[in-house]
C-alpha cells in the first residue's frame, strides 16, 4: 500500500476552489428553482415588497412636491431629477436583462426540442421496424422513456418564464427598496421638512 502524497497548494489552487466554491447555489435557492410553486411564490413576494416600497417612495415625493409648492429647493429638485432618471435607468437594467435572458432561453428552446426530436423519431423507428413482439415491447418502452421528458418540460418553461420575469423585475425593486429606505430614513424625513 502506497502513502498519500502531500500535495502544496499554490495560490492559483485557492483562487479555482473559491470560484468553485462561489458558483454553487445554496440549497434553499436550487429546492425553489426546482419547484415552480415556490419559485412562483418567491417572486411575487418580491412583487409585493416592491409595491410597498414604491408606495412609500410615492407618498414620500408627492409630499415633497406639494410642500414645495411652485417654488421647490434646490435638494427638491435633485430629487425630482433622480426620480426621473432612476425610471430610465432601471428600464433599461431591466430590458436589456431580459433581452439577454430570452436569447440564452431560445437557445435552451431549441436544444432541447431538437435532442426530444432526435430520441423521439429513433425511438420511434426502433419501436416500428420491430422483427418481433418481444422486440416491439422493448422498443415501445424506450419510445415511452424517450416521450416522458415531455412532461417536464412544462415545469422548466414554467421556471423558465419565472426566471424572465424575476429578472424583469429585480432592477425596478433594488431602486424601489433602495428608495425607500434612503428616503425612510430620518435624516431624509428632515431635509424634506426643511
Known amino acids: ?11 492559483q489552487d485557492l483562487a479555482r476552489t473559491d470560484a468553485t466554491a462561489s458558483r454553487q447555489p445554496d440549497p434553499p435557492t436550487a429546492v425553489i428553482q426546482d419547484d415552480p410553486v415556490q419559485l412562483w411564490t418567491s417572486l411575487s413576494n418580491q412583487a409585493t415588497e416592491m409595491m410597498f416600497a414604491s408606495a412609500q417612495v410615492i407618498g414620500h415625493r408627492t409630499g415633497r ?15 425630482f431629477s433622480l426620480m426621473t432618471q432612476e425610471k430610465f435607468e432601471a428600464a433599461a437594467e431591466s430590458s ?13 428552446a431549441w436544444t432541447q426540442m431538437c435532442v426530444q426530436l432526435q430520441t423521439g423519431m429513433t425511438a420511434m ?11 416491439s415491447m422493448a422498443h415501445h418502452v424506450t419510445l415511452f422513456a424517450a416521450m416522458s421528458p415531455s412532461a417536464d418540460a412544462h ?16 432592477p425596478l425593486h433594488a431602486r424601489a427598496t433602495a428608495n425607500a429606505e434612503r428616503l425612510g430614513r430620518p435624516d431624509a424625513a428632515e431635509d424634506a421638512a426643511s
Not at 436583462?97 to 431560445?106: E, F, G, P
Open 65 to 79: 412636491m406639494v410642500t414645495a409648492g411652485p417654488a421647490p429647493s434646490a435638494d427638491d429638485l435633485d430629487e
Open 96 to 108: 436589456s436583462s431580459v433581452a439577454a435572458h430570452w436569447l440564452h432561453l431560445n437557445q435552451q
Open 155 to 170: 415545469t422548466q418553461f414554467s421556471n423558465a418564464a419565472a426566471g424572465l420575469t424575476r429578472r424583469a423585475l429585480e
Open 125 to 135: 423507428l426502433s419501436a416500428a421496424t420491430s422483427w418481433n413482439p418481444v422486440e
Open 1 to 11: 500500500m502506497t502513502s498519500p502524497t502531500l500535495q502544496s497548494t499554490t495560490p
